[in-house]
Antibody, heavy 118, light 108 residues
């Protein structure tokens, strides 16, 4: 079945970086764009950016420009999201989600909790 | 960046009642790129409606979407106990996506 399996929870200190992975299975990896969305505790959903697994091109939300990098490894059908210069405001659950078409997110990972604390 | 506003913030209803959720955009959104999601506590969001009107696979027909331009609506015709959750609208255009702040549907 189609699924996205994300890496486990992470704890980082302020100023550090974190890299979250999302392994896709059950479909042709390079045929669907992938988005990253985050959700701070008790808050709403926040769109971070999109990656084309075929060519590797990306587009990031302006808020995260310069601080986020999305990459992929086609040999393992895995996408990665790295966020640098972390602050406590980056404490959130980070989701990867497949784009079925036109920005519609049809398959979601279970999320990765990232906690930033000194 | 297109800003999405959802109303009401919270909707308190009883099972069997009709729920009408609103999503308003700061500028026109292509209907093709407007979606609705349901999220329950501790779970990832689930796609309900895409292209403003189309139900995703496995979504019951009590869920329906409508609207165009800057005003979109999600309607739940008769609330079932499992429908009490938070609902988000989302748009995607010009390589940028945004979500609305969500509407919580809780039990009255």
């Amino acid at each position: 079945q189609v699924q996205l399996v994300q890496s486990g929870a992470e704890v980082r200190k302020p100023g550090a970086s974190v890299k979250v992975s999302c392994k896709a299975s059950g479909y042709t990896f390079t045929s669907y764009y992938m988005h990253w969305v985050r959700q701070a505790p008790g808050q709403g959903l926040e769109w971070m950016g999109i990656l084309n697994p075929s060519g590797g091109s990306t587009s990031y939300a302006q808020k995260f420009q310069g601080r986020v990098t999305m990459t992929r490894d086609t040999s393992t059908s895995t996408v990665y999201m790295e966020l640098s210069s972390l602050t406590s405001e980056d404490t959130a659950v980070y989701y990867c989600a497949r784009d079925r078409d036109g920005g519609t997110l049809d398959i979601w990972g279970l999320g990765t909790m990232v906690t930033v604390s000194s | 960046e297109i800003v999405l506003t959802q109303s009401p913030g919270t909707l308190s209803l009883s099972p069997g009642e009709r729920a009408t959720l609103s999503c308003r955009a700061s500028q026109s959104v292509s209907s093709s790129y407007l979606a609705w999601y349901q999220q329950k506590p501790g779970q990832a969001p689930r796609l309900l409606i895409y292209g403003a009107f189309s139900r995703a696979t496995g979504i019951p027909d009590r869920f329906s979407g409508s609207g165009s331009g800057t005003d979109f609506t999600l309607t739940i015709s008769r609330l079932e106990p499992e429908d009490f959750a938070v609902y988000y609208c989302q748009q995607y255009g010009s390589s940028t996506g945004t979500f609305g702040p969500g509407t919580k549907v809780d039990i009255k």
